[in-house]
Nanobody
Framework: VQLQASGGGLAQTGGSLTLSCEASGLTFHYYTIGWFRQAPGKEREWASYITSTDSAVLSDSVKGRFTISRDNAKNTVYLEMNSLKPEDTAVYYC??????????????????WGQGTQVTVSS
């Protein structure tokens, strides 16, 4: 199983970025896919997940600003980030859980991780 995260970069406060996570080696449409982020010196934080039935759940810290979606034909999940804030600066990781059908919010519940993509928001 491989997850490839991309799309990070530098944005200004109030700007937008869209991250992509392309998966291979798994039956993609069966899996919930999650996004986490980790700022320097902080623990990895769950941001969002999308289920196999397209149910999207976002953490309170990103709700109303971020949107998660998936394209099963492309084995890809997207995280559209709007109204970015400096506190959104982090490395963003996509991940897939070991067990399909779960709704995981903790890092230990995920077995497969992408390499991370850096998002930097300038004030």
């Amino acid at each position: 199983v491989q997850l490839q995260a991309s799309g990070g970069g530098l944005a200004q406060t109030g700007g937008s970025l869209t991250l992509s996570c392309e998966a291979s080696g798994l039956t993609f449409h069966y899996y919930t896919i999650g996004w986490f982020r980790q700022a320097p010196g902080k623990e990895r934080e769950w941001a969002s997940y999308i289920t196999s039935t397209d149910s999207a759940v976002l953490s309170d810290s990103v709700k109303g600003r971020f949107t998660i979606s998936r394209d099963n034909a492309k084995n890809t999940v997207y995280l559209e980030m709007n109204s970015l804030k400096p506190e959104d600066t982090a490395v963003y990781y996509c991940a897939a859980p070991l067990i399909i059908g779960t709704l995981p919010r903790e890092p230990f519940e995920y077995a497969y991780w992408g390499q991370g993509t850096q998002v930097t928001v300038s004030s």
